[in-house]
């Protein structure tokens, strides 16, 4: 069983700096996309950053320039730096993985993390 353990969140001021992290743990054959979502109260989960294994990135118009994604692979392991944060950011972040897992028998797998919240004070 894949589980994704999140860290980093927290309160912040107005253009200041975060990062999260998100560790995947479990029998891990290869993980093809980790990313991060977010979602605001009464709002939907929107992707914020994604990586591919072969690291390839993807980012929601909104925090482009501002957020960066990052990975290391071999610990399964995905950073998310936000940086010049603002007050439209404030969220719980979830992190979320799709790969192949399994010892004996592969299979696919997605999961998403708990979430960690982040705050922007004034």
């Known amino acids: 069983q894949v589980q994704l353990v999140e860290s980093g969140g927290g309160l912040v001021q107005d253009g200041g700096s975060l990062r999260l992290s998100c560790a995947a743990t479990g029998s891990i054959f290869s993980i093809n996309t980790i990313g991060w979502y977010r979602q605001a109260p009464g709002k939907q989960r929107d992707l914020v950053a994604g990586i591919t294994s072969g690291g390839r990135t993807n980012y929601a118009d909104s925090v482009k320039g501002r957020f960066t994604i990052s990975s290391d692979s071999p610990k399964y392991t995905v950073y998310l730096q936000m940086n010049s944060l603002k007050p439209e950011d404030p969220a719980v972040y979830y992190c979320?993985?799709?790969?192949?897992?399994?010892?004996?028998?592969?299979?696919?797998?997605?999961?998403w993390g708990q979430g960690t919240l982040v705050t922007v004070s004034p």
């Open positions: 979320h993985a799709d790969g192949v897992g399994g010892s004996a028998f592969r299979r696919t797998f997605e999961v």
